[in-house]
């Protein structure tokens, strides 16, 4: 065990000197003690942990609303006439039914002749 260095003797040495006496326990202090423990009222659990209750509610209704947030899907910004124009395109190339306009038609055919040969 570590000693403390003696540069306090006189310190120590004036506070056993002038300790204090330890009071005396007042008869049958213990046994009032325990009576009025038992005479207090005990409060019930269900209402210490009744507090509980409605930040429960708040936690859950939060966690719902979050949660519906992030799997309803947000409608995108893409303009409607666009899109309707990428699926068109995208349905024509799959069925192969370009439009007379597109200038690689011939390039198409050939692929897929050349394809379809094999």
Not at 20 to 47: C, Y
Not at 56 to 63: E, N, R
Not at 99 to 117: G, I, R, V, Y
Request: charged fraction near 20%.
């Amino acid at each position: 065990m570590t000693q403390f260095p003696n540069d306090d003797k006189r310190l120590v040495e004036f506070l056993r000197q002038n300790q204090g006496d330890v009071p005396t326990a007042a008869p049958g202090l213990e046994s009032k003690i325990m009576q009025a423990v038992a005479s207090s009222p005990r409060q019930s659990h269900k209402r210490r942990q009744m507090w509980i209750v409605p930040p429960a509610i708040a936690a859950c209704l939060l966690a719902a609303v979050t949660g519906y947030l992030m799997l309803v899907p947000t409608t995108a910004s893409v303009k409607t006439a666009e899109l309707e124009a990428f699926m068109e395109n995208n349905w024509d190339s799959v069925v192969d039914e370009t439009p007379e306009t597109s200038k690689s038609q011939d390039a198409e055919a050939s692929w897929w002749l050349a394809d379809n040969n094999n």
